[in-house]
């Protein structure tokens, strides 16, 4: 791939290339936005208070970054669900980008994040979560002079990855601690190291730094995604070389080369060398440095991360003498992972923490040295295998669902202590409050020095707040729990308490990834989910409300979960699994049998009063069955979209009633059918649309409130109708927009005006009509 290179006088700026300074792009277009409803007709506003669904987590950590210069101060970086800031007062997590449109959606997974230690106020994300073509859109790097709660934006001429392999490394945006204008971001996709000389407003590549990087995890990957170059991963100043407002003259980069992983620079950044003598062979997740001792320390690993890596070292730099030393916890010979998740004590600088990021099995691994790396200890040892001793002790209450419903064998153990812990932090100003990310949470201690004296140290969670899961199907019953979810990685929740963090996950069968949901309308407590699994079943049903599920069993070619519809009365399932066609089935799935009629991969529904009438939907043509799903028919309708993702929903109480959204291109909008899909009317004034949900109908109205995730009268975001669809009122702002929230939308049954929202990464968002 060409390295991308901008004349020297030429800076990208903030909205257009200019050869000076230039006015910022406000990030939320409130003022465009607001005026934009105000002159459609067919569309008010209705104030709601917006909040998340308690799951508490969910996904992967890769960043957390505490600032330099004010106590308690911290940002925690999601590789798809934005950034948040730590509030002390609490203990909590604030969200710091919900104000991302649908249109920016890649900006919700941020590569990098700093905070400035010259000026606590500002902080900054570099943000795009896709380097190929699954992420349409360039990256960008947002800065903010309130701590997130509002941006700017200067938009960048590459893409940026925090999804992508190598996400773990970093931090790859840093701010000079002495000249607090000058920034530097290290680029994946071979596009180098970037600067910028006004605070981030506009960004140059730095033309004289010799290596954009090379390491590919799969050179072989057809998609892009694994083929990629990891590029500049971090950038780390030496604060003793440099003076108040004027540039650090030292500043070391990493880079994803095996042979050539880092690079210094002395003369603040004008000319930069490979730094002689370093270790080859491994890749520098980490370098952090211990300016009072005087040491560079870096964790390396055979591979990019966060998943991979089967050997690892780590070093230690000295920057007087030039001395390298391996100060391994474990030899390269005997590791069966790849370190990172690097971190000094700043109030004790010769403590030094690493982890063992990729291990797995049992574990993962944690070390502590209090001597700059002479010595080490471990988190647990091996006593008489598969016997281990801990040197820390796991309190998951807050957030039960961590011990996956798990009985591991030994030297297993469960709650685990982590896995991808890429992540790991002394805070600044309290040797005793350690964080660290895993692949699902942050996890995290207040009484970390224990450690030393030989006693235990207590790991709880510490993720009040951020919520990262991504969202792909909600139902909400007319009784029973309010909201049953299905969730990439976590499988789903049952919430009967939208305030309180559930239990568990589903489990007996345990999906990987839960991809659809449906209840009974007339018997509720009837439940079925279908999902993706390693091995096992993929359908599973419950008859008391999710609160306990029994395995069915599989058809011949399944693959996959697909989508799965329960007849009104509960009698009988219709399923389009992934790998096989549609089947029908009662009972409890313990034998099905194939439909006819109807394609392959074909999305299913049921009636909501009928139980022997089910529906599908596949390449612009619908479908309906009479017979509980034995045979299917194609309708007459025309004029549906043919191509784009679409999903379709029949009313409670009104056989034959139709709601479609969806499509792509000109064919892309909702459409309506009262006559089981005979024939569909599109609806005016919806440009666009993605999901179609019902709730309790408004007072004094006999038809179900509609909810959708679409664009009307040119605005993107979350509508309501309470009138069948001839007005809609738009719901949300600019501030609470999420990015995507295509995948699935259900009002509540029993509350007017609940909605309950999909995201992408920002776990599951519900609304009420706002009390203020």
Do not use: C
Not at 384 to 391: G, H, K, T
Not at 492 to 504: A, E, K, M, Y
Not at 621 to 650: C, N
Request: avoid cysteine.
């Amino acid at each position: 791939m060409s390295r991308l290179r901008l004349a020297g006088s030429v800076l990208l700026a903030a909205g257009l290339l200019v050869s000076g300074p230039a006015a910022a792009e406000p990030f939320a277009e409130s003022a465009q936005s607001a005026e934009a409803a105000r002159s459609n007709g067919k569309t008010t506003a209705v104030p709601y208070d917006w909040r998340n669904a308690r799951i508490d987590g969910g996904g992967f950590v890769p960043g957390i970054v505490f600032n330099r210069s004010e106590p308690g101060l911290a940002y925690a970086r999601t590789d798809i669900g934005g950034a948040y800031r730590w509030r002390e007062s609490d203990k909590t997590w604030t969200p710091l980008l919900d104000s991302v449109g649908w249109d920016d959606w890649g900006h919700t997974g941020v590569a990098s994040i700093a905070s400035d230690p010259v000026e606590p106020d500002k902080v900054y994300a570099a943000v795009g979560t896709y380097t190929n073509d699954w992420d349409p859109g360039n990256g960008a790097v947002y800065r903010s002079a309130d701590r997130g709660a509002t941006w700017r934006k200067s938009p960048l001429p590459f893409k940026l990855g925090g999804n992508m392999p190598g996400r773990g490394m970093g931090e790859r945006l840093a701010v000079d601690p002495h000249d607090n204008d000058v920034l530097y971001l290290g680029a994946p996709s071979g596009h180098g190291l970037w600067r910028s000389t006004d605070a981030g407003v506009t960004w140059a590549e730095v033309t004289a730094f010799p290596n954009p990087g090379n390491y590919v995890e799969d050179p072989g990957d057809p998609s892009g995604y694994a083929s990629d170059n990891q590029g500049v991963v971090w950038v780390t100043f030496d604060e003793s070389t440099g003076s108040a407002s004027s540039p650090t003259r030292t500043v070391y980069v990493g880079v994803a080369d095996t042979q050539n992983s880092v690079y210094r620079s002395t003369d603040a950044g004008a000319t930069w060398e490979r730094l002689p003598g370093q270790p080859t062979g491994y890749l520098a997740h980490k370098g952090v440095l211990d300016a009072e001792n005087g040491f560079l320390y870096l964790a390396y690993s055979d591979k990019g991360g966060p998943f991979d890596g089967g050997a690892g070292q780590v070093w230690r730099y000295a920057t007087a003498t030039g001395e390298w030393r391996d100060i391994s916890p474990v030899p390269a010979a005997d590791t069966t992972f790849g370190y990172s998740g690097l971190s000094v004590d700043r109030r004790n600088p010769g403590t030094v923490m690493v982890t063992g990021y990729s291990s797995w099995w049992p574990d993962t691994q944690i070390f502590r040295s209090t001597d700059s790396g002479a010595g080490w200890t471990r988190a647990w040892d091996f006593t008489s295998y598969p016997d281990r001793e801990n040197r820390f002790t796991m309190d998951v209450s807050s957030v039960p669902w961590l011990s996956w419903g798990a009985d591991p064998q030994p030297p297993e153990q469960t709650p685990k202590l982590g896995w991808m812990t890429e992540a790991l932090e002394i805070d600044p100003f309290d040797s005793d409050r350690m964080m660290y990310g895993t692949g699902a949470t942050i996890y995290g201690t207040e009484n970390l020095t224990a450690w030393d004296a030989g006693a235990k140290f207590t790991v709880t969670p510490m993720v009040r707040g951020l919520e990262e899961t991504a969202v792909l199907d909600l139902i909400s019953p007319p009784s029973g729990a309010p909201l049953l979810s299905a969730l990439g990685d976590v499988g789903g929740f049952r919430h009967t308490d939208l305030t309180q963090v559930p239990d568990l996950m589903y489990t007996q069968p345990n999906f990987t990834t839960t991809t659809s949901l449906d209840y009974a309308e007339t018997r509720p407590d009837v439940v079925v989910r279908t999902g993706n699994a390693g091995s096992g079943p993929h359908v599973a049903f419950s008859a008391d409300n999710g609160a306990h599920w029994s395995a069915g069993q599989d058809p011949g070619g399944v693959t996959g979960g697909g989508t799965v519809a329960a007849a009104a009365d509960g009698s009988r399932f219709v399923w389009s699994p992934q790998g096989a066609g549609v089947h029908t089935t009662t009972g409890s799935g313990t034998s099905w049998t194939a439909a006819t009629g109807i394609p392959a991969g074909a999305t299913v529904e049921a009636d909501r009063v009928d139980p022997e009438k089910f529906y599908g939907f596949a390449a612009g043509r619908f479908y309906v069955s009479t017979d509980g799903g034995a045979t299917f028919t194609a309708r007459p309708s025309t004029g549906l979209p043919a191509a784009g993702d679409v999903r379709f929903k029949a009313v409670p109480g009104r056989e034959g009633d139709i709601w479609l959204a969806g499509g792509s291109g000109g064919t892309y909008g909702l459409w309506h059918s009262t006559d089981a899909g005979a024939t569909f009317a599109r609806v005016p004034g919806v440009d666009e649309a993605d999901t179609i949900g019902f709730g309790k109908a408004a007072p004094g109205a006999t038809y179900q409130a509609l909810y959708t995730s679409a664009r009307i009268g040119g605005v993107r975001g979350i509508f309501r109708s309470t009138d069948a669809g001839a007005t809609w009122e738009r719901i949300n702002d600019d501030a609470h927009q999420w990015g995507r929230t295509g995948a699935a939308i259900t009002g509540d049954p029993r509350v007017f005006g609940r909605v309950y929202v999909s995201t992408n990464g920002r776990g599951v968002v519900y609304g009420d009509v706002s009390s203020k």
